[in-house]
């Protein structure tokens, strides 16, 4: 398989990294919002070809899939091009910036016959399909609750900035799709529930940021050296408070965060049912807690030996061999290219298309629960 990867920021670095350990996956280009751009992540990533343009790359026969990983705004137009031009497409979340877009690129892709994959990569942390297959064979019961969070603190200060925070790059929510939305795929993965109503309540702790000279990579004015310059009006949250019904009549909760000071990239999940607790730290995500009321509370450990096969086929050392987020995008990104080489035999346990149009539609829930203040159905 031949792949060009489009964007040349964080996201796009981590596809370059993980698409080259991958065997059978050859990374031939990549695009940027500009060709200086383009040729400087060429060369620093080591990949062949950098096009000036996305319709250069889009043009390229050679290309058999390409991945998105540049500003939301541009997923729609950018993953409709590549599929008529008849290309496999692996794009960054949120799919979309609405429900409506989501819907024809869904719909298109299966028009096609195309893989069609959303990057929800925490959905292959081992453990997560660990998770999965104890859920599926009756481990923890009934589902009563999942409760969790998903929180970081690189947007704490009104001087932290990026294209995320504006509402026409990124699209009307922030901390909830930028990163609850992680959470929200991955429990419905999990469990198999499915999120039926919302009720949301948002906040935008920094109504206006300073906006500095230049574009300030994803996580990178942790660092310093950035000089603000213009004060720019903020509409997107900066954390929320969810509260879901699945459609089983269990109830769930997530709070999501950008501005937690002291958690880097921390998601939590405790999925609770009648006979047990699965309790997951992505910040320690080499072992799993299995709580329980009748025995003494159990940590398994990330460990083929220990393992179901299905996790097995998504971890690549033993036990005691820390695999973590870099590895989640590898095994992703090995789903997908073992689903295009399947054809239609091909598994998608990563999330497709019709999984990123239902997370755009548990978005545009989420809008109007924290607008009208009410339960929203999904
Ligand atoms: C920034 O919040 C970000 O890069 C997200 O966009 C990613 O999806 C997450 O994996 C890490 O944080």
Request: proline share 3%; net charge negative; hydrophobic share 40%.
């Amino acid at each position: 398989m031949n792949v060009a990867i489009t964007g040349t920021g964080f996201m796009g670095a981590v596809h370059a990294e993980a698409l080259k350990r991958l065997p059978g996956v050859e990374l031939v280009g990549i695009q940027g919002s500009t060709p200086d751009k383009a040729r400087a992540a060429a060369e620093r990533l080591e990949i062949p070809r950098a096009y000036d343009l996305w319709e250069a790359l889009v043009a390229d026969d050679e290309i058999d899939a390409v991945h998105i990983t540049t500003p939301n705004r541009l997923h729609y137009s950018q993953a409709m091009d590549a599929m008529r031009s008849g290309k496999h497409v692996m794009c960054e979340k949120p799919l979309a910036m609405n429900a409506a877009e989501t819907r024809e690129l869904a719909d298109l892709a299966m028009e096609k016959g195309l893989v069609a994959g959303v990057n929800y990569n925490t959905r292959f942390y081992p453990l997560s399909i660990e998770a999965k297959e104890r859920v599926a064979r009756g481990d923890i019961g009934q589902v009563h609750s999942i409760v969790g969070s998903y929180q970081q603190d690189w947007l704490l200060l009104d001087t932290d900035y990026n294209w995320r925070v504006l509402a026409e790059e990124q699209g009307a929510l922030r901390a909830v799709s930028d990163i609850g939305t992680h959470w929200i795929d991955l429990i419905q993965f999990i469990t198999g529930e499915k999120i039926v109503q919302v009720f949301a309540d948002l906040k935008t702790v920094h109504e206006t940021r300073k906006r500095p000279q230049g574009e300030v990579e994803t996580f990178s004015g942790k660092l310093g050296g950035v000089e603000a310059t213009e004060s720019v009006p903020i509409t997107t949250d900066d954390m929320g408070c969810l509260t879901f019904r699945f459609a089983s009549g269990a109830r769930g909760m997530l709070f999501a965060s950008q501005v937690t000071p002291g958690k880097k990239n921390c998601f939590r999940y405790e999925i609770s049912g009648s006979k047990a607790c699965l309790e997951f730290d992505s910040e320690n995500p080499n072992q799993i807690a299995i709580g329980s009321r009748v025995e003494a509370n159990a940590i398994l450990l990330k460990d083929p030996s220990l393992n179901s096969e299905a996790a097995q086929r998504f971890t690549d050392y033993p036990g005691g061999h820390a695999e973590g987020y870099p590895d989640s995008f590898k095994m992703c990104f090995r789903a997908f290219y073992d689903c295009i080489a399947a054809g239609d035999q091909g598994t998608r346990d990563f999330a497709t298309f019709e999984d990123g149009h239902r997370e755009l539609e548990i978005c545009e829930a989420v809008v109007k629960s924290a607008a009208d203040g009410r339960w929203v159905d999904v």
